[in-house]
Structure formats: C-alpha cells, structure tokens
C-alpha cells in the first residue's frame, strides 16, 4: 500500500489533539499546559488494515480498554487505559491488490503548522493532508519528511498534554527516528521542530542522538547500511515491565517478534514487535538497567 493511501485514511481521524481538548466531544486532557512544547510527541495513531484484531492485540497485551466515536463522518476507536486516553485507532479502507500495511502514526508539536508544511516543503518533504482546522482542536497537518517517513504535525487549541516524570506503563513514552541518512535527518528536524542535539552512546557503529526542546524528547539514529527491508520511520515506545514476557506474549496473540531482548541492546530491556496487523511498537522496561 502507498504511503499516500496509508496517510490519507490516518487523516480521516486526525483528530489526535481532541486528547487535549476537555470538552464532551473528544476525550479530556489528562494534563494540559498553558503553552505549547515545540518537538513534544502528543498523540499517536493506529492505521490498522483490521481494527477489531488492533484492539484484541492491545487489549490482551497492554490491558487497554476501547470507547468508540466518530471523526470526520467515520468510525474513530479510543485507547484508554487507567482512565487516560492513550491512542487513537482507524480502519484503512483503501483496498489494493497488496496486503495493506498497519502503520503508527506519531503526531509532534510545533509553533504554526502552516509555517512547518512550508518548511517540509522546501527541505523536500510531501504534505499528505491539511493544514487543517479542527473545531476545539487545533491546526493539524500530515506530512512525509524528505527521507519519506510519515509524521503528524500539531498546533492544540489547549496547549500540549505534560508528560510524567516517570514513564507509566502501558503507554506510549518514547520515540525513535530511524534515519536513512542521520545527518540529514537531524539538520531537518533541528529546522523543523527547533531541536538540539547530543551524543548519547556509540555502539557497534551506531550512534545515538537524543533530540531535546528543553528535556529528552526523542531518539535519532542511522538504519545499518545491512538492514534493507526498514524504511525511515517514527518507532513510538510503550513502556512494559517485562519486556521478555511481553514479546513472548505479543507472539501468542499473533505478532511478530522484530527484535528480541538480548544484553547487546540496551541490556536486554528492549523488544520491538509486530502488532498482529503489521504496525511496529518498541517495548522497554523503564529504568533502563
């Protein structure tokens, strides 16, 4: 399935930023600033070829619960999970001939959405949907960047949910950009969403960047020139206790294990599976040690 067809069914429900919205027609914040947080990751999506097996997955691995509502005139599904609004999930309608892919959309904060698309534009990237205005939302865009990796661009009305200090589990905590080309990747994103940049551990000839606005807000790195089959792409983090148990788990309801917890990675408190549709998540046990 094109990247095109992909994002334009996660747009029928790019309503992302009714999580911040408090008002009876999307969910309520669970904690809003008064100001927005440039490079902050606000919510993320679900573009899922079968929605019902999506929430059994999750449902299963993670214990979220489901409420159903509607976004632009089509079925939307929210994630909750103690009460909190976690994700949001949207069936992809468009048929082709090949398996559609299930895909997680990540949706960051920036200044002026508008301003941003420009800037996609001319660093080569596409806009897939909008700007758009969404009543008691916000401004929202969705873009692929110029290495072609799909992201949500978001100004809310009600300011940027805050996040914890101290990661909760079975929610979305971290991301991570796997680069094409690091180098390009970061000079993009330094333009696009005003992060700095550091040098956190070079390992195996990886190097990891931590991109922050203030505090920690994402991860960067190249893809090895070896792995051919991942394209440049936003891998959203949940954090889990076991990471171990839970891709053992994540394989019973019909995932796939992409990389199992070993001591080279992170000491053995990572996992990255495949949902039972396809989408990627990574699972980390927090604190990392």
């Not at 679900?46 to 449902?59: I, M, N």
């Not at 680069?179 to 190097?207: H, M």
């Amino acid at each position: 399935m094109s990247g095109t067809r992909l994002l334009t069914s996660i747009l029928a429900a790019v309503t992302l930023a009714s999580c911040a919205s408090g008002t009876a027609s999307g969910p309520p914040a669970t904690a809003a600033s008064a100001t927005i947080q440039p490079g902050a990751i606000v919510w993320r999506d679900l573009a899922t070829e079968d929605v019902a097996a999506s929430r059994r997955f999750y449902g299963q691995l993670l214990g979220w619960e489901f409420e159903e509502s509607e976004r632009m005139g089509r079925p939307y599904v929210l994630a909750k999970l103690g009460g909190d609004y976690v994700a949001g999930m949207m069936q992809i309608t468009d048929q082709t001939p090949d398996r559609p892919d299930s895909q997680w959309l990540s949706y960051m904060s920036v200044a002026d959405v508008d301003v941003a698309v420009a800037q996609v534009e001319l660093a080569g990237g596409k806009v897939i949907v909008g700007p758009v205005t969404i009543e008691r939302t916000g401004r929202v865009a969705v873009v692929a960047d110029p290495q072609q990796a799909p992201i949500g661009l978001v100004r809310l009305t009600a300011g940027d949910p805050s996040s914890p200090d101290v990661p909760l589990a079975g929610r979305f905590f971290w991301s991570e950009y796997l680069a094409g080309d690091a180098g390009k990747a970061l000079a993009f994103y330094r333009g696009l969403a005003g992060y700095t940049d550091e040098v956190t551990e070079e390992r195996a000839g990886i190097t990891y960047h931590v991109l922050r606005t203030g505090r920690p807000r994402a991860g960067l790195f190249a893809i090895p020139a070896a792995v051919t089959t991942v394209k440049p792409n936003w891998l959203p983090y949940v954090m889990v206790a076991d990471p171990t148990a839970m891709a053992a788990r994540a394989e019973q309801l019909g995932g796939t294990v992409l990389l199992r917890p070993n001591p080279n990675a992170r000491a053995g408190t990572l996992a990255i599976v495949a949902d039972s549709t396809g989408a990627a998540v990574a699972l980390q046990k927090w604190p990392i040690n």
